[in-house]
């Protein structure tokens, strides 16, 4: 028997006997350069354990060899980050994003975090740092303020945000370039001197167009609060393009105040007892009214004026209502096509499908006029009117539709707002009810024909075909719960159902449909009563 000495000994204990593994490690959100990190950044749903606890995690990835380095506890980076009712980006679904992937998917630029890092987007990386170092020497905001700006925003703004993330990136350094890019490329299409020849996209009107299109996109989106926190942050009075007009407003109202006198504001006096009220202590004085806090002048925020200066394409000059907060650009050129009338929604427990082509219900005797209006995407059925005898065989009905024009961005932008619809607005969903009535009414380039005609659609594309292909499309893999035009569809099937009114209308369309055809009828008429007069005279005789 061989003794084996003490190191011996260990030496063999350690490759007979496997080391235990070391206890894990917590991850940590340590991104400093003297850990050396490589922030490898997850927003991942939980998996069956944690999803009961309703829980994400945000961890790091650190490099080999620096296991030993992670000292901070791990409770500091769960974040609650399954609120349903904090979302507003989404992905979207694979089935509706078959239908026309090119339609939700960035081609130029990345905004946000969905779309970070794509190869085929790196082009633009480049003159967005641009635009982030314009931006800081304007407002004279040093890169540390920004991004410490950001930091403690990171978690609200990471709660925006529904679906799988991964980065290999800091999501601060990438939110702060895209919000300085964005609120920069703002400020300087808003300059009064419009001069942008030393502009990388503002001088090309088809870039500017494509980065207008792509700020629009469901998947390509920044929190509207972050883009108005940080204008207010960062940009100095002095440098809004509307700070004069700004200061001419609350010049008004401090004059309309000065000289408001006293004497009109409502008499200040203690409560008194009444004869037939017990005893009531005396109440406080009232403090006059010149010394009460004055309400703040209602002005829009000098950032949505400038984004809706960006978006005047789709704003035509409106102004968002008010209390209404835009969560992002998307939901912001919703709202400048929904109509400014509330609507009544009606749950379609049984869908009406059975709707009549454009064609049919023109037979029928169905007028379509154009409705302008400063709400977009909204459908107006008249009830059907009577003639001045009161004959219920001469009706007519007017569908009043607004006017839709087409143009080569206009499924793009459709669809993403239809997209958001389908998650944030299932209970007012306006601008998929116009689209699904429209996709059962229009069927053929017949019907397409008759709306060009009667203005309601105004063709761009220069292919009544191709707009026919593009409104059967759109409402693929969109499902309806709620319509707001329940009613109008009823009508339209009773009104085309009716005996009399297509037999009348077809009376109408063939012997009166103009002048000369109606003075034909008239005069046939004429010469067939005279004729049988003629005819029953020479049998009398």
């Given at each position: ?10 030496e ?11 206890p894990p ?23 069956t ?6 829980l ?39 089935k ?23 190869p ?13 170092k314009?931006f800081?020497?304007?407002?004279s905001?040093k890169d ?5 700006f ?8 990471l709660?925006c ?14 939110i ?37 299109q ?39 109202h401090?004059?309309?105040?000065a ?8 008499p ?27 309400a ?42 929904c109509?400014?009338e ?5 749950h ?29 995407f ?33 499924e ?5 707002i ?30 397409v ?21 593009l ?15 329940a ?35 008239i005069l046939?008429?004429f010469?067939?009563?005279?004729s ?6 020479s049998?009398?005789?």
């Amino acid at each position: 028997m061989v003794r084996k000495g003490k190191k011996a000994r260990e030496e063999t204990a350690e490759y007979s006997s496997p080391k235990p593994n070391p206890p894990p490690h917590p991850p940590t959100f340590n991104t400093s350069k003297s850990l050396n990190l490589r922030p490898k950044i997850y927003i991942r749903g939980a998996s069956t354990n944690y999803r009961r606890k309703n829980l994400r995690r945000i961890k790091t990835t650190p490099q080999i060899g620096e296991q030993n380095d992670r000292e901070q506890d791990f409770d500091d980076h769960v974040l609650v980050l399954d609120q349903p009712d904090k979302w507003c980006i989404y992905r979207v679904p694979s089935k509706l994003r078959k239908v026309n992937e090119a339609a939700y998917t960035p081609q130029l630029l990345s905004i946000g975090l969905f779309h970070y890092g794509k190869p085929e987007l790196k082009d633009m990386e480049t003159h967005k740092n641009m635009y982030y170092k314009n931006f800081s020497a304007r407002c004279s905001k040093k890169d540390v303020a920004l991004k410490k700006f950001v930091r403690a925003r990171q978690e609200h703004i990471l709660r925006c945000y529904a679906g799988a993330i991964e980065l290999e990136k800091d999501p601060v350094d990438i939110i702060v370039v895209d919000a300085c890019f964005i609120i920069e490329l703002f400020l300087m299409n808003s300059s009064e001197t419009k001069n942008h020849e030393n502009d990388y996209i503002l001088r090309s009107p088809w870039l500017r167009k494509a980065v207008e299109q792509e700020l629009i996109l469901f998947e390509n989106q920044l929190p509207y609060s972050l883009l108005q926190e940080l204008y207010d942050f960062a940009v100095p009075a002095s440098c809004s393009p509307h700070s004069n007009e700004l200061q001419e407003q609350e010049q008004a109202h401090r004059n309309s105040s000065a000289n408001h006198d006293q004497q009109d504001c409502l008499p200040c006096h203690p409560l008194r007892s009444g004869d037939h009220c017990i005893d009531v202590p005396k109440a406080e004085p009232v403090p006059d009214c010149t010394d009460a806090p004055k309400a703040e002048p209602v002005h829009d925020h000098p950032f949505l004026k400038l984004t809706c200066e960006f978006f005047k394409d789709y704003s035509k000059g409106k102004s968002v209502k008010n209390g209404v907060k835009p969560k992002h650009f998307t939901d912001l050129v919703r709202h400048f096509l929904c109509p400014e009338e509330e609507m009544t929604f009606v749950h379609n427990a049984s869908p009406i499908k059975n709707i009549y082509a454009v064609r049919k219900l023109r037979a029928a005797g169905v007028k379509f006029t154009p409705l302008h209006e400063d709400g977009y995407f909204i459908i107006k059925g008249d009830e059907p009117t009577k003639c001045k005898f009161n004959l219920a065989c001469f009706r007519n009905m007017n569908l009043k539709l607004a006017q839709f024009c087409v143009k080569d961005e206009t499924e793009f932008v459709i669809r993403n707002i239809m997209a958001l619809e389908q998650f944030l607005y299932p209970d007012k969903p306006y601008i998929c009810n116009y689209f699904l009535l429209m996709d059962q009414i229009v069927d053929t380039v017949e019907d397409v024909d008759l709306l060009v005609e009667n203005k309601v659609i105004v063709n761009m594309l220069g292919s009544n075909e191709a707009v026919a292909k593009l409104v059967n499309r759109l409402c693929e893999q969109i499902m309806e719960d709620k319509s707001c035009y329940a009613d109008v569809c009823k009508q339209l099937n009773k009104h085309y159902e009716n005996f009399w009114n297509r037999h009348v209308a077809t009376l109408k369309r063939v012997y009166f449909k103009d002048l000369w055809t109606g003075s034909s009828t008239i005069l046939g008429l004429f010469v067939l009563v005279f004729s049988i007069i003629g005819s029953i005279k020479s049998l009398k005789s």
